[in-house]
């Protein structure tokens, strides 16, 4: 069973930056593909950015794209979002999630999701 637990949301100013990680454990080869979500209050979740374990290809919103990099460490089974420029609307908690089948957006598509961090931006 593999539990997914994300860190380092919080508080920053726009402009500023922070990056979140996710930390996998229990972690096995089918599920080759992390995603980042991220829902605000009244909102729907929606999909930020995902990476392969293996070839480490990524792929990301169009909101978010040249502002926000996915990265990950197969040594240490964790995923980080780095976020630059930070703006009032990237205000969200926000998810990781693993998938199996391929690079999906799609919510449903992914089967383990973490319990999120917040992060929460200032104008």
């Known amino acids: 069973q593999m539990q997914l637990t994300e860190s380092g949301g919080g508080l920053v100013q726009s402009g500023g930056s922070l990056r979140l990680s996710c930390v996998v454990s229990?972690?096995?080869?089918?599920?080759?593909?992390m995603g980042w979500f991220r829902q605000a209050p009244g909102k729907e979740r929606e999909f930020v950015s995902a990476?392969?374990?293996?070839?480490?290809?990524?792929i990301y919103a169009d909101s978010v794209k040249g502002r926000f990099t996915i990265t990950r460490d197969n040594d240490k089974n964790t995923v980080y979002l780095q976020m630059s420029n930070l703006k009032p609307e990237d205000t969200a908690v926000y998810y990781c999630?693993?998938?199996?089948?391929?690079?999906?957006?799609?919510?449903?598509?992914?089967?383990?999701w973490g319990q999120g961090t917040q992060v929460t931006v200032s104008s």
């Open positions: 999630a693993a998938a199996a089948t391929s690079f999906s957006r799609v919510i449903n598509d992914y089967d383990y």
């Open positions: 990476i392969s374990w293996i070839v480490g290809g990524t």
């Open positions: 229990g972690r096995t080869w089918r599920y080759d593909y």
